[in-house]
């Protein structure tokens, strides 16, 4: 395998661990399905940089031509477009070659929902979660940030403390392909990040004091990257949800990225406002959380509305013949 093909897959299945929380199973298949397709590209003399539209439409009738069963392709194809958004939102392209290619009748799977109850519970845990009062702090600021702006996990960790000076009720966000939005904080974001602030100021007060140097991420850590990694925060708001009595397996960075759009559309937000704040580069991306909102309007229409009743629907017949 290329080392470039290498980069682009590892990378790719490290952020669906970290960001999706993907399980080993799934990531396993993910690196099969696109090693695949690496073989096919480089019998074309293409690979994953170069590979068109009918290149993946090439290989979706090699697989069907082998008798590969329609889950089979249809996963495939998944792993593909996956692959080829991630590749785009990290600028590695500019275009997604996969985005239009329908699957082989496989229907669009909806984001997990997280009620407004269930993310007061995660910041309610973040707030008493932690070793030291520096951890209960920085973990508030997380959950805060992340819920108050949507941001992409990869975005929050590594916010540069630059970033955060200044004007407290904007944010400023280098989202993917070096594009910079401007995102407003709530009242409770902007508490948990000047105590954040605070904390980080009197860390670096302290370093320079020991003549050690100081992070210029808010989120610092002494690995590698010099920031917290996706994968701990993955852990971390996991952590948040068995102390909060959410279910765990309802709960990923990226779920509560769904849960900002999704809480601002109940509330009234305009689509184009939220696809601005998402870093959305086109508002049909946006547009899944409308199908989100009147599926869960639905459900609660047929939970709680007494005529979803058949027992009181008959009951309400019988009223009204009476008062006929």
């Not at 399980?23 to 695949?36: E, F, I, S, V, W």
Request: glycine residues 8%.
């Amino acid at each position: 395998m290329q080392t470039q093909t290498f980069h682009w897959i590892s990378s790719f299945l490290e952020a669906q661990a970290a960001e999706l929380g993907a399980a080993t199973n799934t990531l396993l298949a993910y690196g099969r399905d696109l090693k695949d397709f690496d073989v096919f590209l480089s019998r074309r003399g293409s690979d994953f940089m170069q590979a068109a539209k009918a290149d993946v439409e090439a290989y979706l009738v090699h697989c069907d031509a082998q008798g590969l069963a329609k889950s089979t392709r249809a996963r495939r194809l998944s792993a593909i477009k996956q692959l080829y958004r991630f590749a785009f939102e990290e600028g590695l392209r500019t275009d997604n070659p996969a985005i239009q290619i329908a699957g082989p009748g496989q229907d669009k799977r909806l984001p997990k929902i997280l009620s407004e109850a269930e993310v007061d519970a995660l910041l309610e845990a973040a707030r008493a979660s932690g070793r030291s009062q520096a951890d209960q702090t920085r973990n508030t600021c997380l959950m805060e940030l992340l819920y108050a702006t949507g941001m992409r996990v990869s975005e929050l960790v590594g916010l540069p403390i630059s970033a955060t000076r200044g004007d407290p009720r904007l944010l400023l966000i280098m989202g993917k392909g070096g594009k910079e939005r401007m995102v407003p904080l709530s009242p409770p974001a902007r508490t948990a990040l000047t105590e954040w602030l605070l904390m980080r100021d009197k860390q670096d007060e302290a370093a320079q004091a020991k003549r050690l140097p100081v992070s210029r991420h808010l989120f610092p850590s002494r690995g590698a990257s010099g920031h917290l990694t996706r994968h701990r925060f993955y852990l971390l708001i996991k952590e948040f949800a068995v102390a909060g009595g959410v279910d765990p397996a309802k709960v990923t960075p990226h779920t509560l990225r769904h849960a900002f759009a999704t809480h601002l559309l109940a509330h009234g937000a305009d689509l184009r406002a939220i696809q601005t704040m998402l870093g959305h580069a086109d508002v049909a991306t946006t547009e899944i959380y409308t199908h989100v909102l009147e599926e869960r309007l639905s459900e609660l229409v047929l939970e709680h509305h007494p005529l979803a009743k058949e027992g009181k629907r008959k009951s309400a017949g019988r009223i009204s013949s009476d008062g006929q």
